[in-house]
């Protein structure tokens, strides 16, 4: 159960994003319940519920039960006079959790896979490299990413991986593809420019794979921004922000000028905490290859993403039609490690050969 801390003050309704009601409405709310019933008692989506409750310092997923107390909070911030709801002679309980075998008993929350896209020079490598502190803006030729990229992130001691696709229109199936490994697409779009072709097939790409979408509106620091104009833009193609009523996250960010980076970071993990993502650390590793080549020194190299379990040095792999022993084992920034767990992207040494991209990797048990 997560308590609300004490020196919490209650928010007004002014507070929270949605629009107050000029007369409290009556409401009653049991003792303890879940963040899913609250959102259903008010009839107010859990991402709403969510973020308020982040402002009342209360840190809680969908599934995750909370008090009275901090649900009254939450429902005084949207216009209601909670009461407390009488016991009833059977206790409410807590949603069950599905029945996962044995094979699932070690899981445990993983980082999100976030996939950036958007049309070229709408500015998705600045605003990794924003997020990152780091310049791989210098190391693109042309102002075009020239390979799949993963980098990882630490935000309040909580991990995002983030992948860097490619948004030339020759590359539509490598971001077709990437979509398809990810957990949460970060649509970037110019608030200069406005939706483009490419910002259509990112959408579509994203809808297909079955992924939630947090846009993020790019160059605000220009004078021609006009955010306006992009969001009647990403109504039009479908996609609703949250505040012309829709539930389609949307963030004003710069990453010229690192504006919007913090916000952006905490709706990521926001939509993540609703995705309830998992893995099991103790199993046998399996991941995705995200890009593979052959180094004069290393030999034959594979950047993977491991999706579940954790993959170790030493450890025998098959990749596609390719296989070895891990030797060596590289993080997103160069450094020997010896594990990779879940959601975490390495580079892997000791392949026989060069694995295609989107090649399955297994650890073989001989």
């Given amino acids: 159960m997560v308590s609300k801390p004490d020196n919490v003050v209650q928010p007004k309704a002014k507070d929270a994003e949605s629009t107050p009601v000029t007369e409290a409405r009556s409401i009653e709310i049991p003792t303890s319940l879940t963040v899913r019933q609250l959102a259903d008692l008010l009839k ?3 991402v709403e519920i969510i973020k308020q409750l982040m402002r009342n310092g209360i840190m809680a997923n969908i599934n995750q039960v909370i ?5 009254s909070g939450v429902a005084k911030a949207f216009g209601y006079e909670p009461k407390v709801k009488p016991t009833p ?7 069950a959790k599905k029945h996962l075998g044995k094979e699932a008993v070690n899981l445990q929350p993983r980082a999100p896979v976030v996939t950036v896209m958007g049309h070229v020079d709408h500015g998705k490598t600045r605003l990794l490299d924003a997020i990152r502190q780091t310049n791989v803006v ?7 990413t020239q390979h799949i990229g993963a980098y990882q992130v630490d935000y309040k001691g909580q991990k995002i991986t983030f992948l860097d696709t490619p948004g030339h229109e020759a590359f539509t199936a ?3 593809h990437g979509a398809q490994i990810t957990d949460i697409t970060v649509l970037v779009v110019a608030a200069d420019d406005g939706v483009m072709p490419q910002t259509l097939e990112a959408i579509s790409h994203a809808r297909a794979a079955g992924v939630p979408i947090v846009v993020g509106i790019n160059k605000i620091d220009k004078a ?9 833009q990403l109504a039009d193609a479908g996609l609703i922000c949250e505040d012309w009523g829709g539930d389609t996250v949307c963030v004003q960010v710069s990453a010229k000028e690192k504006r919007g980076i913090a916000d952006l970071l905490e709706n990521i993990l926001v939509v993540a905490e609703l995705e309830e993502l998992k893995a ?5 590793a399996s991941g995705v290859v995200i890009e593979a080549k052959l180094d004069k020194s290393k030999g034959s190299t594979a950047t993977v993403l491991i999706n579940n379990g954790t993959l170790k040095i030493g450890d025998t792999v098959v990749v596609g039609t390719t296989w070895g022993r891990v030797r060596a084992m590289l993080n997103d920034k160069g450094a020997p490690v010896r594990k990779a767990e879940p959601a975490t992207p390495t580079e892997i040494l000791g392949l026989n050969a060069v694995p295609q991209v989107g090649d399955l990797l297994t650890v073989a048990t001989n």
């Avoid at 008090?67 to 649900?71: F, G, L, R």
């Avoid at 021609?224 to 104009?229: G, I, K, L, Q, T």
């Avoid at 099991?280 to 046998?284: A, F, G, K, V, Y």
């Fill in 67 to 71: 008090n009275y107390e901090a649900a």
């Fill in 224 to 232: 021609e921004a006009n955010p306006d104009r992009v969001k009647q």
């Fill in 280 to 284: 099991d650390p103790t199993r046998h």
């Fill in 89 to 95: 002679k059977k206790q409410v309980t807590v949603i």
């Fill in 44 to 46: 107010i989506s859990a």
């Fill in 174 to 176: 490598m971001r077709a």
């Fill in 138 to 144: 210098a190391t693109e030729a042309g102002g075009m």
